[in-house]
């Protein structure tokens, strides 16, 4: 039972144009939700995150967007860089216990 | 410079034996994780510890074990019990508990048991 869907496995968007990145989640009880980027042979390492009370967050080239109604999140990056070709893990938390990743989508960034 | 070290990064394994993995961190946090990944999959929540001397099951805590005896460090024992425990181990640290807090994560380590 995934509580938390990432159901790209793989996005490819040219270098300069939107990368738009979607999770979707089922346990209403979530009430943090936080993206990660994740090189091969690195640990993930934090991008953004949003709390449930606001519906956007904004840092540089990357907004997080979450749509409680819907439970669903969604991380645009904009505009789309070579270094941003990445492994991209959304999770959710109730709690310190209760952390749950997405399984990931691999971005490519297109020259 | 801070971080969090893993070691080593590969680790190989007869079934039947314990085997421990290192954490160590040098940022002076509180909290500590372990998580594993598996090919195609999320990463899930092993043990955490909020401070030292006190850790807490995750979802997948069964045939693993762990100890906080220094802030620096949470070692992650993968025991014989554990069914499956061919996997990529990262270690996380934040400053505090609250999930609102930034976890840092380390390199990882790939065991591989045959």
């Known amino acids: 039972d995934q509580q938390v869907k990432q159901n790209s496995p793989s996005l490819s968007v040219q270098e300069g144009r939107i990368s738009i990145l979607n999770c979707d989640y089922t346990?209403?009880?979530?009430?943090?939700f936080l993206w990660y980027k994740k090189y091969p042979a690195e640990g993930p390492t934090f991008l953004i995150s949003?709390?449930?009370?606001?519906d956007k967050n904004e840092d540089g080239r990357f907004t997080v967007f979450l749509n409680k109604s819907a439970k669903h999140l969604s991380l645009h990056i904009v505009p789309s860089q070579p270094g941003d070709s990445a492994v991209y893990f959304c999770?959710?938390?109730?709690?310190?216990?209760?952390?749950?990743f997405g399984k990931g989508t691999r971005l490519h960034i297109l020259p | 410079d801070g971080g969090i070290t893993q070691s080593p990064k590969y680790l190989f394994r007869k079934e039947g034996q314990n085997v421990t993995l290192s954490c160590e961190q040098n940022?002076?946090?509180?909290?500590m994780y372990w998580y594993r990944q598996d090919p195609g999959q999320g990463l899930r929540l092993i043990y955490y510890?909020?401070?030292?001397?006190?850790?807490q099951k995750g979802d997948i805590a069964e045939g693993y074990s762990v100890s906080r005896e220094k802030k620096e460090s949470f070692p992650l024992t993968v025991t014989s019990a554990q069914k499956n425990p061919t996997a990529f181990y990262l270690c996380?640290?934040?400053?505090?508990?609250?999930?609102?807090?930034?976890?840092?994560f380390g390199p990882g380590t790939r065991l591989t048991v045959t």
């Open positions: 996380a640290s934040s400053m505090g508990g609250d999930i609102s807090y930034e976890q840092y």
């Open positions: 346990n209403s009880m979530f009430d943090y």
């Open positions: 949003i709390s449930s009370i606001k």
């Open positions: 999770a959710a938390s109730a709690g310190p216990d209760k952390i749950i």
């Open positions: 940022l002076n946090h509180d909290a």
């Open positions: 510890s909020q401070i030292v001397n006190d850790f």
